[in-house]
């Protein structure tokens, strides 16, 4: 199985920071890499696909890249709303692995 | 609108049985492969199996730790993806997610909880 490592596990950002996650693959997963964003008490949304791609609705500030077996996520400006807990997903091979997720609080 | 909505779960007993069920509206369903994924309680994702599409055989693929004892189907004509779940653990309690294909679109998440 792959394993999909994420760091930190969880950070404090004041409002305007730019903020980064990391995603280490245990193996190589070329692009086949997706982030998520659950934020407190709701379901995950799809941020991010195929490493850079951003979902529809998502705003800008939210950029991913990477390829290979390391990948990042980062909000180029944090805004209150963006409190939450991000995960990666590999969808290179089965079974499907996220990453044990980032929670990221607001200062 | 993609829509998906979970309903079958609830309390069972250890080595108990239970379907969840998934209804999807809002987009084509036969074109699509579905997931399911789970969420202990104050735990991450955990993807546990898919279902492909009529094309592709309705094939399935499973997470180790629940291969051999859930068991995902899919209806088309009912536009419905099911979970069968047996000989249920302690550790399976969660809320379950129907997700559409690339997880493009998410079920609010039915809890089930496994406790005697």
């Known amino acids: 199985d792959i394993q999909m490592t994420q760091s930190p596990s969880a950070m404090s950002a004041s409002v305007g920071d730019r903020v980064t996650i990391t995603c280490r693959a245990s193996q190589g997963i070329s692009t086949y890499l997706a982030w998520f964003q659950q934020k407190p008490g709701k379901v995950p949304q799809r941020l991010i696909y195929?490493?850079?791609s951003l979902q529809s609705g998502v705003p800008s500030r939210f950029s991913g890249s990477g390829s290979g077996t390391e990948f990042t996520l980062t909000i180029s400006s944090l805004q209150p709303e963006d409190l939450a807990t991000y995960y990666c997903l590999q969808e290179k091979s089965y079974p499907r692995t996220f990453g044990q997720g980032t929670k990221v609080e607001i200062k | 609108e993609v829509q998906l909505v979970e309903s079958g779960g609830g309390l069972v007993q250890p080595g108990g049985s239970l379907r969840l069920s998934c209804a999807a509206s809002?987009?084509?369903?036969?074109?699509?492969?579905m997931d399911w994924v789970r969420q202990a309680p104050g735990k991450g994702l955990e993807w546990i199996g898919r279902t492909r599409d009529k094309t592709n055989s309705y094939t399935t693929e499973y997470a180790a730790s629940v291969k051999g004892r859930f068991t995902i189907a899919r209806d088309d004509s009912k536009n419905s993806v099911y979970l069968q779940m047996n000989s249920l653990k302690s550790e399976d309690t969660a809320v379950y997610y129907c997700?559409?294909?690339?997880?493009?679109?998410w079920g609010q998440g039915t809890l089930v909880t496994v406790s005697s």
């Open positions: 195929t490493v850079s």
């Open positions: 809002g987009f084509m369903f036969t074109d699509y492969y």
């Open positions: 997700v559409r294909d690339k997880f493009s679109g």
